[in-house]
């Protein structure tokens, strides 16, 4: 089993590099750093040096990247993937620079996901800039697509100490990996991909405010302002460029009472099952425009 300490960064491709950045900082609000690579943005959030890479490239999302607390750790973590069939691949100097981190290795989930594992990642102390007043406090959580979402949930909880907190049928699963209600969470589709990242925001008033902007700025919003039964979190989802969907929220439950919490299983064809406001697109999982990744 390995422990995973924290979620760590995502990192993406994107064709239209300066449109992808743009969004990110002047539209989502995130301060960007000076990467010293050319074709590499790195974007922060909170006290890491940076949540998100966008990568001029090929489209598409990369890696999702994970903390461990030690450099034994991650060590114990290559050969425990190795025995357990995975090909695993250690990050050369240049490429753990890039990520901010003292060393990581990288292997692909049963799914087709690339996942990455790093010790050391960079703290900041200053202060983050954010781009806009959007309120971000830290990256909250991620959101990974699978074709099968119980098949996905054994892996997560099988091989890290991924626990379900709440079912969403068989198209959603929400993981913890601390007190936070999930930071990994599994949404069904056809494809590996990004169904979303999440930044949190500090205030209830930052949601609405930022609902306000996306539409005064003609962002399409996929769905909310809501509020989620499973983490009780006001919730907004909104399209960047390349389908990158973002979401912010706030409000999110903590599990306090671990030997207390028993997973619920909210039936996607009941209303309200996603969205206890029941906004327009939030009706039930199981209508397709709840594919989030994918807005057509
Ligand atoms: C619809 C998705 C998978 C979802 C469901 C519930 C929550 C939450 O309780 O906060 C999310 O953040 C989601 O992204
Ligand atoms: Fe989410």
Redesign the pocket.
Known sequence: MIELEDIGYVRSGVADFATAVHFATDIVGLELMDSGEPGVAHLRSDSHHHSLSLVEGVSGVIASGFTLATEDALVAAESELERRGFRVTRGDEKEARSRRVAEFIGFDDPFGNRIELAFGRQTISRPVRLSRGSGITEF??L?LDAPDVREAYRFWSSTFNARVSDWVGDGACLMRIDEVHHKI?VFQADEPGMC?M?FQVAELDDVFRNWHFLVEHGVEIEMGPGRHPQSGAI?LYFLGPENFTY?Y?FGVRRITDEAAWRPRFFDPDEIGAIDMWLGPKARTVSQPQLRLSDPA
């Open positions: 909250g959580h959101c969470a979303h999440n919730f979401e929220s």
